[in-house]
């Protein structure tokens, strides 16, 4: 486990209630958190990640008694369908990915979906829905974790030569 995290804490991240936590992990077992001596509930970041899917699935319409079960994978490929289907919500996935792209410091993938945004949407709407977001994302997981901004400047120094040789807006 690499972080442990109280139900309080969880609750905040996820947007769901400690109430709903507790529920949801004696019926569904959607998670299984460690326990300390004193039986307090630690959450791991995997189970965090899993929470957060499993709450925006249900945003989408999702009943938990259907997707509790899932895995990670299929949780994100169900999210991912449900985003598509929204075609106001395709820069929000890119958006989502290129977050967890950059926080796992997997430039390959980010630079691919850089790659696909510059081809498809014009410099400004690049930069307002897609660069700007993922910087304020970037910033608050920063201010959170008590991470330095380096993953920010990566993400900088990806999108800054393509901007100015499209428009010259860097």
């Known amino acids: ?13 996820t947007g ?3 109430g709903r936590l507790r529920i949801w992990e004696s019926r569904y077992n959607v998670v299984i958190p460690d326990r300390t001596p004193t039986g307090r509930r630690c959450y ?3 189970h965090v990640i899993r929470l957060k899917l499993l ?3 249900i945003e989408y319409g999702h009943n938990i008694s259907t997707i509790a079960g899932r895995t990670e994978a299929d949780l994100r490929d169900a999210l991912e369908k449900a985003r598509s289907d929204d075609p106001g919500r395709r820069e929000v996935l890119v958006v989502d990915r290129m977050i967890e792209n950059i926080l796992s410091l997997n430039l390959r993938d980010c630079d691919a979906q850089l790659a696909t945004a510059f081809v498809n ?3 400004w709407r690049l930069a307002d829905d897609v660069v700007l977001p993922v910087l304020d994302a970037i910033d608050v997981e920063a201010r959170q974790k008590n991470r330095r901004l380096s993953r920010r400047h990566l993400l900088i120094c990806l999108t800054s030569a393509p901007m100015e040789q499209t428009s010259g807006i860097a």
Not at 1 to 13: C, F, N, R
């Open 1 to 13: 486990m690499t972080s442990a995290y109280t139900i309080g804490k969880v609750a905040q991240l």
């Open 44 to 46: 791991s970041d995997e």
């Open 121 to 123: 949407l014009d410099p």
């Open 16 to 18: 769901l209630s400690p």
């Open 55 to 57: 709450a925006q699935l």
